[in-house]
């Protein structure tokens, strides 16, 4: 049976959740909800700091946006922090490797290769975000760990909603990840979000985006204020910031 976990040091009190669950007003990288990727936050000042401790080769835009907003993220909800544990599920993650060292984050990267697979806490595959991409993963035990060790702070994934929207389960996929997230701890889930009714190309229709922050809600997490500017006409990377309860 799983270990209660306890609650995370780190982080602010809550997530913006302002009494409208979607916002009206055009997104700020600086202040970040759940929202999707926009020109103008190119602009901000606070992007282009992140995008340069970011390595050239990352060359798309969407790889950057997604990249910067989860350090600003993490860094405006309180969580790169130092002794802060994070888990990532996505190899794009390790770019952030040299941000997490800085600010003292103990960050590790999932290894799991299907999401049919689920997460345990007996056999987390994972390694280390900084090592080689040739490292061995191991195992670890979250729950023969001391109870102030056992869990992670804060969260990262790519994609995972998407990869499971066909077979409708983006929740369960969502909330079987966040399975090993302590109480205040806080998870970033990169979504890829078009902003007509139907999916295209495997990106999310904002009414799923809307349901599952619903289904999250219900659960005991608090969701981000939803923004879904710049969702009108092309499929765009959206983030979207989960804090459980």
């Known amino acids: 049976a ?25 997104p700020s990288f600086a202040y970040p909800v759940s929202q999707a990727m ?8 606070d992007f282009v700091a992140w995008s340069g401790l970011l390595d050239n080769d990352i ?19 309180g969580m790169l922090a130092s ?21 003292g984050c103990d960050v590790m990267l999932a290894d799991i290769p299907t999401l049919t697979e ?3 806490h007996d056999s987390l595959t994972c ?18 760990e001391a109870p102030d060790q056992r869990g992670f702070d804060f969260m990262l994934t790519l994609d995972i909603a998407n990869e ?14 966040m399975a090993v997230l302590r109480p205040r701890g806080v998870a970033i889930h990169m979504l890829r979000v078009a902003g007509s009714t139907a999916a295209t190309g495997g990106a999310l229709p904002r009414k799923e985006v809307e349901r599952l922050a619903v289904t999250l809600l219900s659960r005991g997490f608090s969701v981000a204020q ?19 309860d």
């Open 83 to 103: 002794g802060a544990r994070g888990l990532c599920r996505g190899d794009e993650y390790r770019a952030l490797a040299p941000i997490f060292a800085e600010a």
């Open 59 to 77: 060359a798309t835009a969407d790889a950057r946006w997604r990249l910067a907003f989860a350090a600003q993220a993490l860094k405006s909800y």
């Open 118 to 120: 689920g997460v345990s």
């Open 164 to 177: 499971s929207y066909a077979q409708g389960s983006s929740a369960t996929a969502l909330l079987e990840m």
């Open 38 to 45: 926009t020109p103008s936050q190119f602009e901000e000042r």
């Open 127 to 144: 390694r280390h975000l900084d090592s080689a991409p040739e490292t061995p993963a191991f195992l670890l035990s979250l729950a023969d």
């Open 2 to 26: 799983q270990r209660p976990l306890l609650p995370s040091k780190y982080g602010v009190a809550q997530v913006e959740t302002p009494s409208r669950l979607i916002a009206s007003a055009p």
């Open 226 to 244: 939803l923004n879904f500017d710049g969702t009108d006409d092309d499929v765009v990377p959206f983030g979207l910031i989960v804090r459980r």
